[in-house]
């Protein structure tokens, strides 16, 4: 998923079964549109299980932002979109 680029990337660790991550995902839309210098991937824990076990994600949803490489940030379920930039250190 991240190797060591300088790149802030934030990934969104999700399942299409899941309400609150139904809910976060436009949220999330608007915060990538506000910056476009940041990498935003979405991430299927059902189809990346080994990733999503290996990144220790135990409830979706669950947004990791990662900076040179290496987990910077973590918000885990629903939150607002004020409290994810916070969370997430925007």
Avoid: H
């Amino acid at each position: 998923l991240v190797d060591s680029t300088d790149k802030y990337i934030v990934a969104d660790f999700y399942a299409t079964w899941c309400g609150p991550c139904s809910m976060i995902a436009p949220v999330l839309e608007e915060i990538s549109e506000e910056y476009s210098d940041i990498e935003f991937v979405k991430i299927d824990v059902d189809d990346a299980n080994k990733l999503a076990i290996e990144l220790k994600i135990s409830s979706i949803p669950c947004i990791v932002a990662f900076k040179d490489g290496e987990e910077y940030a973590r918000s885990v379920g629903y939150v607002s979109k004020d409290q994810l930039k916070l969370n997430l250190g925007l």
